[in-house]
């Protein structure tokens, strides 16, 4: 399990498209891949869990992986949350 603090740097923050893209990168794994911000722990292949964090510029989250691809997972995840 992998476990690493991100910072959103997607410029309208996590809207839905934005959520919907990064569902889409999510989804590519086998991994369970969740997303924490303050008490919240909402898993990141579902749509309409992260849109009820209403994730902002500059926000930071954590981001977890556990699974068999959870290395590749975490890197794309955290290149989409990067503005890449």
Request: proline share 2%.
């Amino acid at each position: 399990m992998i476990k690493k603090p991100v910072m959103i740097q997607i410029r309208n923050g996590l809207e839905a498209r934005p959520v919907a893209l990064l569902v889409q990168v999510a989804s590519q794994y086998d991994s369970e891949i969740y997303v924490e911000s303050e008490d919240r722990h909402v898993n990141a292949k579902s749509i309409m869990g992260m849109m009820t964090l209403g994730l902002n510029y500059g926000d930071s989250i954590v981001v977890s992986a556990n699974g068999i691809d959870e290395e590749e997972a975490m890197k794309e995840i955290e290149k989409y949350l990067s503005g890449n």
